[in-house]
């Protein structure tokens, strides 16, 4: 007799999984499945802290999809990050001489070290407007995930 029990996922599991982060209308943003399975060490930032939390205590072998709403997952759309930049500004805090266009992730150096990143949505003369919100930031959103192992 066998007194086995089934893994469950805590804050420092080693996990084999396949997930899927989807749009609300099931537009796949990353996913897994059918490719290879992705193998992580929970708590080490390879997946959003929120994600992880969807995890803990699932035990090995699940197959569950959630919804995750917008303060769930990447937060609300604050109009606060929607910035003015000066082209000056712009061309010392980035890759130099870099021609960006509308729509463009461009990534910053940040005071004191590190870096942050807008998406480029108008140029206006001297002046470049940049949204600051996380691109998924005020959508629903569907993660699934198949647990295959937990160690």
């Known amino acids: 007799m066998s007194n086995a029990t089934t893994a469950v996922v805590n ?11 989807a749009a609300a209308d099931g537009t796949d943003i990353v996913t897994t499945f059918g490719g290879t399975p992705a193998t992580l060490l929970m708590g080490q930032g390879q997946l959003a802290p929120f994600l992880e939390q969807r995890l803990l205590g699932l035990p090995e072998g699940t197959h569950q999809t959630f919804t995750l709403t917008a303060l769930e997952g990447f937060g609300e759309r604050n109009p606060d ?4 930049v000066s082209k000056a500004t712009l061309a010392d805090n980035s890759v130099p001489d870099e021609e960006y266009s509308v729509g463009d992730l461009v990534t910053f150096n940040a005071p004191g070290g590190g870096q942050f990143a807008g998406v480029l ?20 959103l569907q993660f699934e995930v198949q647990l295959i192992s937990v160690l």
């Open 81 to 84: 990050l929607i910035q003015a």
């Open 11 to 21: 804050e420092t599991s080693y996990l084999t999984l396949h997930y899927r982060l």
């Open 121 to 140: 949505r108008e140029l206006r003369g001297d002046t470049a407007i940049f949204d600051f919100n996380h691109p998924l930031a005020g959508q629903t």
